[in-house]
């Protein structure tokens, strides 16, 4: 378990202090794929090498399964960290040293011996799948090449726990997707615990169980993922999930004045998620079917997963009499799913869809 | 051309190696290592020691800025202590090694600025002592570059060689000075200007292959 407490970070720049992180306190169990979300600068850096001490934190203490690596001198910080594997946005392998010894390089700094160096390394290329590439150089190799050489380096010396600071921000998506998946294989097969740094929501909605947004060196929310997703509490965290699932209007019903109250020939509009299993319930059917005085539009419909738990959103129209409206509205809040009224809009005249 | 020039010239030859290459070796196996620490003693770096960093700066700046041939002679008590003598091959190669120390230092320092601090940061996040990045990190990920700038310094040596003849030093410069020059020989200035330029171009070219070879980025 790592547990971060009350981790303050000043930096001591020309123009003054900097607070980098401001009384941050968090708290990542076994086994968990934890994602600390921030815009650039938030941050979210500076956290991750308080994990590992390559910064000191100003104040604050960050105990590893209880061992509290703040008043540790820097031999006993060298230990801990070999169990600590890191990778990096921009890999940071060594040019000059092979794919096989840069995987083997902190087996030799521990002084392991060549045959215990030999077995290990290879065990971990083909765990990377990169036993091909064993004698070239991290020039000749692509970028989703060399981060898994950076994944096999950081599990050379068998950590328990992983951090990954933006390690896929380098990368392009279909990339990006096949490191996710062997930072998910490593997680299950090792049963590591894996902190992953990232900007992108995605990255959090692929591969994360549980999520710590972070803004302007605070932790502004955190919980698993799928309630994040689901009941997202603060701004900045709607904004990070807006960028992954975009919920605009059609344009029929866009820049037209919302209104709390019913207004004449507009359409009652309300946002439905269905999570787990509901998401499979027919519910829009039995909508129509128990109020047949009304029209229902889907005006927006999605369906996905996080955490394989499938997620669905919709937003739809219901107009018809003043009544059947309501009552359709009231039925709907009532049923196993989120419904959230966004108000009455009249349809655009000059749509063009 | 007289075989007694021949000799002369080869003797030249031979003094000029001989005090460029030993004093080379000499400098480098103390420069590095300041170089190293210039690097790694500054501000946020792995052996941080910000008053040792700039008392090293200092004297190397100062050393520096001393011009050769002052040098040579300025430390003429120095050079007695160390070998014996202040006149001669041997004795002048103590100020050629006490000039190339800081060149070769603030060259070494250059190529080892140019090791990304990532890699340092993924080494400490492996557990590395600060020797062991060092010996492992910095100096392999910089030779290349160094093995260029050392080519830099082995030829400015070679170039402050000949002005060894001021303490009777000897060497291909000092042969031009004292037969091309003094003596009115065109030919023998000739002959020791071509010999310069080839025994460069070969440094260079060496010191060009080498760093190639190593350079795996």
């Known amino acids: ?353 | 051309m007289s075989s007694d020039i021949m000799m002369l010239l080869i003797k030249s030859l031979g003094q000029t190696l001989y005090m460029v290459i030993i004093s080379m070796l000499i400098a480098s196996a103390l420069g590095i290592p300041l170089g190293i620490l210039l690097v790694t003693t500054a501000k946020e770096q792995i052996l941080q020691c910000t008053t040792f960093n700039r008392i090293l700066a200092g004297i190397i700046n100062a050393v520096r800025s001393i011009p050769f041939i002052i040098l040579m002679v300025a430390i003429i008590p120095f050079t007695r202590l160390v070998v014996g003598t202040s006149i001669g091959t041997t004795a002048a190669m103590v100020p050629l090694t006490i000039a190339a120390i800081p060149f070769i230092a603030r060259q070494v320092e250059n190529s080892i600025k140019e090791v990304p601090y990532g890699l340092i940061e993924a080494a400490l996040s492996l557990g590395a002592t600060p020797a062991q990045i060092i010996r492992h990190v910095l100096l392999p990920e910089a030779l290349s570059s160094i093995i260029s700038q050392l080519t830099t310094v082995i030829i400015g040596l070679i170039g402050a060689s000949a002005m060894a003849g001021t303490i009777g030093g000897g060497g291909i410069g000092d042969l031009a000075i004292r037969y091309g020059y003094q003596r009115f020989r065109p030919d023998i200035m000739l002959i020791t200007v071509i010999i310069l330029i080839i025994l460069v171009q070969l440094v260079q070219f060496i010191g060009n292959y080498i760093a190639f070879r190593l350079n795996k980025k």
């Open chain 1, 1 to 353: 378990m790592i547990k971060l407490s009350h981790i303050k970070k000043i930096y001591e720049t020309p123009s003054g202090p900097l607070q980098a992180l401001k009384d941050v306190s968090l708290t990542i169990e076994d086994g968990d794929i934890y994602g600390i979300i921030g815009l650039s600068g938030a941050g979210k850096s500076t956290l991750v090498r308080c994990i590992n001490m390559l910064e000191r934190p100003t104040s604050g203490t960050v105990e590893i399964d209880g061992h509290d690596l703040t008043k540790m001198n820097n031999r006993q910080l060298r230990e801990i960290r070999k169990n600590i594997g890191m990778i990096f946005q921009q890999f940071n392998l060594l040019s000059s040293a092979t794919v096989y010894e840069n995987v083997a390089f902190p087996l030799k700094l521990s002084g392991t011996d060549n045959k215990i160096i030999e077995k290990k390394v290879t065990s971990l290329l083909q765990l990377v799948g990169l036993q091909p590439k064993a004698g070239q150089y991290p020039s000749q190799l692509s970028g989703g090449q060399k981060q898994r050489v950076g994944i096999a380096r950081a599990l050379a010396s068998n950590p328990a726990i992983l951090l990954c600071d933006e390690a896929t921000s380098a990368l392009d998506p279909q990339t990006t997707q096949s490191i996710l998946k062997l930072i998910r294989r490593i997680n299950e097969q090792l049963h590591l615990t894996v902190v992953i740094i990232t900007h992108e929501m995605q990255v959090i909605k692929d591969i994360c169980n549980k999520v710590a947004v972070i803004d302007h060196g605070v932790i502004a929310e955190t919980g698993s993922v799928i309630k994040v997703f689901t009941e997202p509490q603060e701004a900045i965290t709607r904004e990070f999930i807006s960028v992954l699932l975009s919920d605009e209007l059609p344009s029929a019903f866009r820049n037209q004045p919302i209104s709390p109250t019913p207004i004449e020939a507009g359409y009652l509009l309300l946002r439905l998620t269905f999570i787990g299993e509901n998401a499979d319930e027919p519910v829009i059917m039995r909508l129509i079917k128990e109020h047949p005085g009304i029209d229902v539009s889907i005006l927006f419909g999605d369906l996905d997963q996080i955490q394989m738990i499938p997620y669905g959103r919709m937003i739809i129209g219901i107009k018809g009499p003043q009544a059947a409206v309501t009552a359709a509205s009231k039925w709907l809040e009532q049923q196993d799913l989120k419904a959230e009224v966004i108000g009455y809009v009249k349809r655009h005249n000059d749509a063009v869809d």
